[in-house]
Antibody
Framework: EVQLQESGPGLVKPSQSLSLTCSVT????????WGWIRKFPGNKMEWMGY???????SYNPSLKSRISITRDTSKNQFFLQLNSVTTEDTATYYC??????????WGQGVMVTVSS | DIQMTQTPSSMPASLGERVTISCRAS??????LNWYQQKPDGTIKPLIY???NLQSGVPSRFSGSGSGTDYSLTISSLEPEDFAMYYC?????????FGSGTKLEIK
């Protein structure tokens, strides 16, 4: 069974970088697409970007200057880095597998608070 | 970006009731529309892809329809496990964008 698990610090200071890991079991990240999505307090959902089976990336233009999605195929993990965070980046962050344009497997989510 | 307007934002409903959630895109999205369910514990599950195709394992009481800019999710007879948040999401163009969500609550 495909499983995804997010991990990373739950508290980040403003202006610092947010770094999260998505560990995947049961399926190779060298197939399909692997994305990051976040849900803000108040329920708004935002697609942040994804990394493809080949390692190419696509990002939400609203984040383009701050976001980087990378991967380690040997560990079957992919990563999110978001630079220069502010309190407006406080959200629950999810990783997901995208197959046939739908996120068909999702992690449980990790809550990240940006606060000094 | 394509804006997705989802209505209603919340909906009280009873067990066994038929409910419909609507989603309107700011421009035509050629049926490239998915629906997701989020449970109170945060778990997110895909329900429907490409407007009307049921994801594997999703009960047949869920259905989707629509075209152009207007789409809907219908649950034919509410079960206890259906009380959750629902989101539409377009993938006609990047960036993928979501509706604002509908909270289905027990009346």
């Amino acid at each position: 069974e495909v499983q995804l698990q997010e991990s990373g610090p739950g508290l980040v200071k403003p202006s610092q970088s947010l770094s999260l890991t998505c560990s995947v079991t049961g399926y190779s990240i060298t197939s399909n697409y692997w994305g990051w999505i976040r849900k803000f307090p108040g329920n708004k959902m935002e697609w942040m970007g994804y990394i493809s089976y080949s390692g190419s990336t696509s990002y939400n233009p609203s984040l383009k200057s701050r976001i980087s999605i990378t991967r380690d195929t040997s560990k079957n993990q992919f990563f999110l880095q978001l630079n220069s965070v502010t309190t407006e980046d406080t959200a629950t962050y999810y990783c997901a597998r995208y197959r046939l344009q739908i996120g068909d497997y999702w992690g449980q989510g990790v809550m990240v608070t940006v606060s000094s | 970006d394509i804006q997705m307007t989802q209505t209603p934002s919340s909906m009280p409903a009873s067990l066994g009731e038929r409910v419909t959630i609507s989603c309107r895109a700011s421009q035509g999205i050629s049926n490239y529309l998915n629906w997701y369910q989020q449970k109170p514990d945060g778990t997110i599950k895909p329900l429907i892809y490409y407007t009307s195709n049921l994801q594997s394992g999703v009960p047949s009481r869920f259905s989707g329809s629509g075209s152009g800019t207007d789409y809907s999710l219908t649950i034919s007879s509410l079960e206890p496990e259906d009380f959750a948040m629902y989101y539409c999401q377009q993938y006609d163009s990047s960036p993928l964008t979501f509706g604002s969500g509908t909270k289905l609550e027990i009346k």
